[in-house]
């Protein structure tokens, strides 16, 4: 039995595979700097939302420039809703709010922060265009 025929086969397969696998490396290679790159950015967003939400706590209760200087209350959420309607670009919902401020979407979470934004439009902060649908009083 003649096996040159299926030698020379298996070396032609074994040249191709190698020939991909030299081709892959540098690909790979590439692509895992750039998830490094990526990891890194994540870690440094999630140090700088810890910061903000730690530095959200001390914003002052008192709502800056409203006639009478109405106080908000005392819960550290009230200015962190706030903060997340000033970067706002259109109106925003309850769970539009959660996840801005990391809460896991739970019914709970999403109705205390509802009751929350509805005492802000009670103390004229936030307005309520449709049930559900918030946003900052101009």
């Known amino acids: 039995m003649n096996l040159n025929p299926l030698l020379q086969a298996l070396d032609l397969q074994q040249d191709a595979a190698r020939a991909l696998s ?61 903060a997340v309607f000033n970067d706002a670009v259109g109106p925003l919902r309850a769970r539009d709010i959660c ?14 922060t509802r009751t929350k934004m509805k005492r802000l439009v009670t103390l004229g902060l936030l307005a309520e265009a449709e049930p559900g649908t918030f946003s900052r009083k101009h």
Do not use: C, F
């Open 22 to 82: 030299d081709e892959l490396r540098p690909r790979i290679d590439a692509l895992q700097d750039e998830l490094r790159e990526a990891e890194l950015r994540l870690e440094h967003l999630a140090i700088t939302r810890t910061t903000v939400t730690g530095l959200a706590d001390r914003i002052p209760t008192q709502a800056a420039g409203l006639p009478g200087s109405l106080e908000l209350p005392e819960h550290p959420d009230y200015p962190r809703i706030l």
């Open 99 to 112: 996840e801005a401020l990391d809460l896991e979407l739970l019914p709970k979470h999403v109705e205390r």
